[in-house]
């Protein structure tokens, strides 16, 4: 090609004015781009549809009838597998993470002048759509089997925004493990071998309260799952009388479960910021 | 920092890079390299695999920090202005990033509204890239049923959706065939004779030698060239006329035949093929008549450009893939570690 080093630069073409948006706007159009990808791969929401409707079944007819909840066991198991459904929120952020970080797309974020957190949030808020479906769905599911809010508007409004509040602080643990494991098949790893069997080390499908030894009866009552899911059975009017015995946080589960969560999140933030951050630096 | 509504004309160069060192532990993977780029012109970063254009590039668009040293883009420093950078500039990436769920035009919108353009402006510019990169057809398509040279036509119209006054691009052509290459070359020069800035890298001399207004080659991470395509090509040696025989018998004829045309033959008994340096085409076309009115007959005629490889063993004294350091006497340590490796 001919050189035009040497000549003036050419005026510069018309080219459209880059105003940055905001960073509500910001996040909007990344919440955007993953509902999208929701409505593209409905499979996607198959985590929080299909597999809790199927544990809704084991549970409510297959290992029911052994299980004493102490009231009827399938008002009783649902905020359970509710709030299994929201910790799972931690799982959907880390597989979109990973994804993009290793498809460079957060690299091409990168290279644009936005906020960084933006891409965050996007992620947490999709993130917490796509749980919030999962307790749709689930609620409806419970409504067929016999599942009721026996309480009022208000704490039957306080147990869904409990559950929201503590996806919140799982959305955390998930930017940690996404930002921190390489690969996909990694965060799966962790999901299946340590937050899996955490939601059922729980007062979420049999009662904490009959576990033994007595350590591991200990542990799944000072579990923050427990305290959820005890706040948002009390809210809704689907509580067992609590054994006296129980641990502290079950005795006052709503305010357990706000410190739980605010605690996680003041612990798990700074530390997947920084995650995050290395990961993306080099 | 305010948005300058009337900004004043930055007259200074594109792009600067002044001493950018990277390292990724032991290993100096960019080792100070210095250049800069005026406006309104292209810059070829030539270099073989591991060179460290990659991490030049990153460094430049903000996505790697430099160990030491600085680059400008429009005036503005990586370091201390990153996101006045992220607004003068495109890049499109060495592996294709665009969102594979989405279609191809939502991926222009996701870029377009993240850079804060309006709906109107974004549909309009929108319709002219798909339309300049022949996937106007394919831009309602989910992108992961594209091909791999539509994604990376996709791919790089996404980078110009805010029409960046510097663009960089690396190994923009890799994976795409040579009508939709040439294309593409075509559609950059387009972009630089609207004013727009380039710094591309790329592993083929051809490409730079199409593109670009100088050539910087790497190795090792370090500048060991620069200049003008024709003055590399130059300093490379010459294009070559290479015929290939049919019947072996013929050689000595066909030498004879060639010799009255050009300075010099060289001759390859073995692979019945004889080598003259030429200036270009015309010189082939003329020897090539010779031949057709002779009863010499060949297998093969052809002009063989200076290449990637002729550039790096002209200038290194080695092959630019080897990976033994055979005899670099007085290497630089960063240049050890890499062979090392
Ligand atoms: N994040 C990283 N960590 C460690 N080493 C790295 C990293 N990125 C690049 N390198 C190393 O730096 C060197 C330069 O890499 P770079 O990707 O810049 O080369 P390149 O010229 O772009 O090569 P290619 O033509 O293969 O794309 C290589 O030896 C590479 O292994
Ligand atoms: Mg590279």
């Known amino acids: 090609m001919t050189s035009t080093i040497g000549t003036t630069a050419p005026a510069p073409a018309a080219r459209p004015i880059v105003t940055p948006p905001g960073l509500a706007s910001q996040v909007r159009t990344h919440v955007?781009?993953?509902?999208?990808?929701?409505?593209?791969?409905?499979?996607?929401?198959?985590?929080?549809?299909?597999?809790?409707?199927?544990?809704?079944?084991?549970?409510?007819?297959?290992?029911?009838?052994?299980?004493?909840?102490?009231?009827?066991?399938?008002?009783?198991?649902?905020?359970?597998?509710?709030?299994?459904?929201?910790?799972?929120?931690?799982?959907?952020?880390?597989?979109?993470?990973?994804?993009?970080l290793n498809k460079g797309v957060i690299d091409r974020f990168r290279s644009l002048p936005i906020s960084r957190?933006?891409?965050?949030?996007?992620?947490?808020?999709?993130?917490?759509?796509?749980?919030?479906?999962?307790?749709?769905?689930?609620?409806?599911?419970?409504?067929?089997?016999?599942?009721?809010?026996?309480?009022?508007?208000?704490?039957?409004?306080?147990?869904f925004a409990l559950l929201l509040l503590f996806g919140f602080a799982m959305i955390w643990f998930g930017i940690l493990a996404g930002s921190a494991l390489k690969t996909v098949e990694a965060v799966q790893g962790v999901m299946f071998t340590a937050v899996f069997p955490l939601t059922f080390l729980a007062d979420t499908f049999a009662p904490a309260a009959n576990m033994s030894p007595a350590w591991l009866r200990t542990v799944a009552e000072w579990n923050p799952i427990s305290s959820l899911v005890r706040a948002i059975r009390e809210l809704w009017g689907n509580a067992a009388p609590l054994a006296p015995d129980s641990a502290l946080p079950l005795h006052h589960p709503v305010e357990s479960t706000i410190i739980w969560s605010v605690a996680l999140t003041l612990v798990l933030a700074p530390l997947s910021i920084r995650a995050f951050n290395r990961r993306t630096s080099d | 920092m305010t948005l300058h509504a009337t900004p004043a004309p930055y007259r200074g160069p594109a792009i600067e890079a002044e001493h950018l060192v990277k390292r990724f532990g032991e290993m100096t993977a960019v080792d100070d390299v210095s250049f800069a780029v005026p406006q309104g012109s292209v810059l070829g970063l030539l270099g073989p695999n591991g060179a460290g254009k990659t991490t030049t590039v990153r460094m430049m668009t903000t996505l790697s920090r430099p160990t030491s040293g600085t680059a400008r883009v429009a005036g503005h420093d990586v370091i201390s202005d990153p996101d006045a950078v992220r607004r003068s500039m495109g890049l499109t990436g060495q592996a294709a990033t665009v969102d594979e769920f989405l279609t191809g035009r939502e991926n222009l919108r996701l870029m377009g509204s993240l850079y804060g353009l309006s709906r109107r402006e974004m549909t309009r510019i929108s319709d002219e890239l798909l339309e300049r990169f022949s996937i106007a057809d394919a831009g309602d398509k989910v992108v992961k049923d594209y091909s791999g040279g539509m994604r990376r036509r996709l791919d790089l119209a996404v980078s110009l959706i805010a029409a960046p006054r510097v663009l960089f691009l690396d190994e923009p052509t890799t994976g795409l065939d040579p009508r939709s290459r040439v294309e593409l070359?075509?559609?950059?020069?387009?972009?630089?004779?609207?004013?727009?800035?380039?710094?591309?890298?790329?592993?083929?001399?051809?490409?730079?030698?199409?593109?670009?207004?100088?050539?910087?080659?790497?190795?090792?991470?370090?500048?060991?060239?620069?200049?003008?395509?024709?003055?590399?090509?130059?300093?490379?040696?010459?294009?070559?006329?290479?015929?290939?025989?049919?019947?072996?018998?013929?050689?000595?004829?066909?030498?004879?035949?060639?010799?009255?045309?050009?300075?010099?033959?060289?001759?390859?008994?073995?692979?019945?093929?004889?080598t003259a340096p030429v200036e270009g085409l015309a010189d082939v076309m003329r020897v090539a008549r010779v031949f057709e009115q002779s009863e010499i007959v060949l297998d093969?005629?052809?002009?063989?450009?200076?290449?990637?490889?002729?550039?790096?063993?002209?200038?290194?004294?080695?092959?630019?893939?080897?990976?033994?350091?055979?005899?670099?006497?007085?290497?630089?340590?960063?240049?050890?570690?890499?062979?090392?490796?």
């Not at chain 2, 060991?224 to 290939?244: C, F, H, N, Q």
């Not at chain 2, 063989?304 to 630089?332: I, N, Y």
């Open chain 2, 185 to 274: 070359w075509s559609t950059l020069r387009e972009l630089v004779a609207d004013g727009t800035t380039l710094l591309l890298t790329t592993q083929y001399l051809e490409e730079a030698d199409q593109l670009a207004d100088r050539i910087i080659v790497v190795d090792h991470g370090r500048i060991i060239a620069e200049g003008t395509p024709l003055e590399l090509k130059d300093r490379s040696g010459a294009a070559a006329l290479v015929i290939t025989v049919s019947h072996a018998h013929e050689l000595v004829a066909a030498q004879a035949l060639l010799a009255s045309h050009v300075r010099e033959v060289h001759v390859d008994p073995g692979a019945r093929q004889l």
């Open chain 1, 117 to 159: 957190a933006s891409v965050l949030m996007g992620r947490s808020i999709s993130s917490l759509i796509h749980s919030s479906i999962g307790i749709v769905v689930m609620a409806g599911t419970g409504l067929v089997i016999g599942w009721r809010i026996h309480e009022g508007f208000t704490r039957a409004v306080l147990g």
């Open chain 2, 300 to 341: 093969d005629l052809g002009l063989k450009r200076p290449s990637l490889d002729d550039v790096f063993l002209h200038l290194t004294g080695r092959r630019a893939e080897s990976e033994e350091s055979a005899d670099d006497q007085a290497a630089e340590p960063a240049a050890v570690m890499e062979e090392v490796r």
């Open chain 1, 32 to 100: 955007w781009r993953n509902v999208k990808h929701i409505r593209r791969m409905p499979e996607m929401l198959a985590d929080v549809t299909f597999q809790p409707v199927m544990f809704v079944v084991l549970f409510a007819y297959v290992f029911g009838g052994s299980i004493n909840a102490g009231v009827n066991y399938r008002e009783w198991l649902l905020p359970g597998i509710m709030a299994q459904t929201m910790t799972f929120s931690c799982f959907v952020v880390a597989v979109g993470l990973t994804n993009d």
